[in-house]
């Protein structure tokens, strides 16, 4: 009922044989270091359940939250697969890519939710909205356009290369050429 020390003024190395007298494993705790030699590495938890494993294909943690505390955040250099990102409660949640693009890839759709709050896309160049095979839904009280040109009012009908956005009764918005007056019409062919 007493504690075992090992102490060197180097390193301590704890081996593991097999039948043979092979070594399977290796513990070595040096001044600057400690390394770890075997097929698979687990920490469990009092109760038995997996907490951290890793062995040549995987890195498995078991918690049911991870926390990465570091000021940077987490880092990855290749893809992440999670069912939930999450920030902190009161916490802004960032996923950003400072020097290449961002993806996001789901075979039934993306949701993204802000219960309390804005969403807001930021981009220096083009933001793309792109449905191969179905509607883009604008969905609010107001749809704005703060920055759209506005034609100079003149009698010479000259469309001055500008365009009017027409509204079809279920919605749907086209671009009609624009005049002195509205060029936009209910029954229009677009609107069919």
């Not at 926390?67 to 250099?77: D, K, M, N, S």
């Not at 890839?105 to 792109?130: W, Y």
Request: aromatic share 4%; glycine share 10%; charged share 20%.
């Amino acid at each position: 009922d007493s504690s075992l020390l090992l102490q060197s003024t180097h390193n301590v190395t704890v081996n593991a044989r097999n039948s043979n007298g092979e070594v399977t494993g290796r513990l070595n705790v040096g001044p600057k270091m400690v390394e770890f030699h075997s097929q698979q590495f687990q920490i469990n938890s009092k109760d038995g359940k997996p907490l951290f494993t890793v062995d040549e294909n995987e890195v498995v943690i078991g918690t049911d939250k991870l926390r990465v505390t570091g000021p940077e955040g987490a880092l990855f250099e290749h893809s992440v697969e999670t069912p939930l990102v999450k920030a902190e409660a009161f916490k802004q949640l960032r996923l950003e890519s400072p020097t290449r693009s961002l993806s996001m890839d789901a075979p039934r759709g993306i949701n993204i939710k802000a219960q309390a709050g804005n969403i807001e896309a930021l981009s220096q160049m083009d933001i793309k909205l792109h449905s191969s095979d179905g509607v883009l839904l604008l969905d609010a009280q107001t749809v704005r356009l703060p920055k759209l040109p506005e034609g100079a009012r003149g009698g010479s009908g000259i469309s001055q290369g500008l365009y009017e956005i027409c509204v079809c009764p279920d919605g749907k918005l086209y671009l009609s050429v624009a005049g002195v007056g509205s060029t936009c019409q209910e029954y229009s062919r677009v609107c069919q």
